[in-house]
């Protein structure tokens, strides 16, 4: 079935950055729709964590979102979150994972592909 069960859900936020974000397409919107998913998953009790690529190079994930954000920092010079230490431990047995992101074809992508190599269910 591919319906999201609240209990077995996690939102992951990949990479969405102060110095990343500026240079991505309708950035504006894309910081809306994330803030509006974020909302809707704390109302509903489902958690969420975040990546930030190299921040000491590329900023903080985007303030507005930041503040939102329940979970942890994952902090990462990989692509994949995957190969960072604790990251898949920190998805508490989640077998549900939408994610969401910048880098689409980087770091989304790797984390995904590894994601999906642990048998969850994922909703990009």
Not at 18 to 44: C, F, M, Q
Not at 80 to 100: N, Q, T, W
Request: with cysteine.
């Amino acid at each position: 079935m591919l319906t999201l069960n609240a209990d077995k859900s996690i939102l992951l936020m990949i990479d969405i950055q102060e110095k990343l974000i500026p240079a991505i397409h309708n950035a504006e919107e894309i910081i809306s729709n994330v803030g509006h998913l974020l909302e809707a998953v704390n109302l509903l009790n489902i958690p969420s964590l975040l990546t930030e690529q190299n921040p000491d190079g590329l900023g903080s994930t985007v303030s507005k979102l930041a503040v939102k954000n329940s979970g942890e920092v994952f902090k990462k010079m990989t692509f994949d979150a995957c190969r960072e230490p604790d990251f898949l431990g920190a998805l508490k047995g989640k077998s549900e994972i939408v994610v969401v992101g910048c880098e689409a074809h980087v770091c989304v992508l790797q984390t995904v592909l590894s994601l999906l190599e642990t048998d969850r269910k994922i909703f990009v």
